[in-house]
C-alpha cells in the first residue's frame, strides 16, 4: 500500500468528520432557536415528571448556556450578544453558584463566560453606565 492511498483514506476521513460536525451544528442551532421561541419547563409540558425529574431552576440557565456552547462552537458573536443581552434578565450573574447540576447551569455558564472575549462584556457595561449618566446629567 502507498502514501497517497494513505492519505486519500485520511482526507476522505477527515471530510467525513467534517461534514458530521456542521451537521450537528446545524441541528444544535435549530434545538437552540426552538427552545428560544417556545420558552417554558419541560416538567410543565411532560406533567408525568414533575414529581421526580422537576425542573428547580427553570428554563433561562439552559438557553445561556445553550448560547454560550454554540459561541464556543461557531465563534459566532451572536451566541455571545444572546448571553450577554439575556444574562441579567435570566439570572444567575448576581451572585456566587454553589452548585451545578443538570437542572443548574449557572455555575458553568458563569465559568465558560469568564473564559471569553471579557472586552465584550466589559463594553457592553460600559454603554449601560453610559446611558445612566447621560440620563441622570439631562435631568439636573
Known sequence: MNS???FTQLFILV????VQHNFIII??????????????????SVGVVK???ASVSGYEDELLWGAMWLYKATGDDKYL??????????GGIGWAMTEFSWDVK???????????????????YMLQVQKR?????KSL
Open 81 to 90: 450578544e444572546y448571553v450577554i443581552g439575556n444574562a441579567h434578565c435570566f
Open 106 to 124: 449557572y455555575a458553568g455558564l458563569q465559568i465558560m463566560a469568564s473564559k471569553v472575549k471579557a472586552n465584550l462584556f466589559i463594553s457592553h
Open 51 to 53: 414529581s421526580y425529574y
Open 4 to 6: 497517497t492511498y494513505n
Open 133 to 137: 449618566l447621560y440620563w441622570f446629567w
Open 15 to 18: 471530510d467525513s468528520v467534517l
Open 27 to 44: 441541528v444544535l442551532v435549530q434545538l437552540f432557536e426552538f427552545g428560544d421561541k417556545y420558552r417554558g419547563k419541560y416538567d410543565e
